[in-house]
């Protein structure tokens, strides 16, 4: 499975061969180093660290400093590990730049970031709740969620809300997976990814592309 790091740039749109208008994401995936080959001897299971973007050393830990002097780079903002089944040789070298051109063969990719945060925000906008009606006597309640316990929805449990009960709360700002993309283009001359549709987070938030699990 191939797998890249990299910074959602922003959406755009493109024709394709039949004229039809995509809406697309553009991403600057990589150049990635690897920072570490895990192997099951050991570390107990086969994984490839990725690293992206550039950072001072200054602004890390001497640990990560170190970390990536074994790969023989300079420390990156974003480092992510891609698993591979145990059967399976890694097929990369602690030091190796991965590029766009891994995608050379695959048409649909799983893009995984982090949404935007919101805040804190009420149960309409946050799990899409109706309110109370606009009028017949409703008074300063409008948007509220109504009744949250009862001792006959849950009975022998008590009255107190139920674990998972849809409140308001802190919304956005989670790990996001989007499957399924297509892959409009690939610019390896400018590290640039294009998959059709919107993908987790805001513009310059980083994310990581992989081939698609389930296509």
Known sequence: MAMLLGKKVGMTQVYDESGKLLPVTVIQAGPCVVMQVKTAQTDGYNAVQLGFDDVKPSRRKNPQVGHAKKANTTPRKFVKEMRIP????????????????????????????TSKGKGF????????????????????????????????????????????????????NRRVTTKNHRLVAIDEEKNLLVVKGAVPGPAGGYCW??????A
Do not use: L, N, Q, W
């Open 86 to 113: 145990d059967e399976s040789e890694p097929g990369y070298e602690v030091g190796d730049s991965i590029t766009v051109s891994v995608f050379a063969e695959t048409k649909i990719v799983d893009v995984v970031g």
């Open 121 to 172: 925000a009420g149960v309409m906008k946050r799990h899409g709740f109706g309110g109370f009606p606009a009028s017949h006597g409703t008074e300063r309640k409008h948007r509220a969620p109504g009744s949250i316990a009862s001792f006959a929805s849950d009975a022998g449990h008590g009255g107190k809300p139920k674990k998972g009960k849809k409140m308001a709360g802190h919304m956005g």
């Open 209 to 214: 592309v992989r081939s698609a699990k389930k």
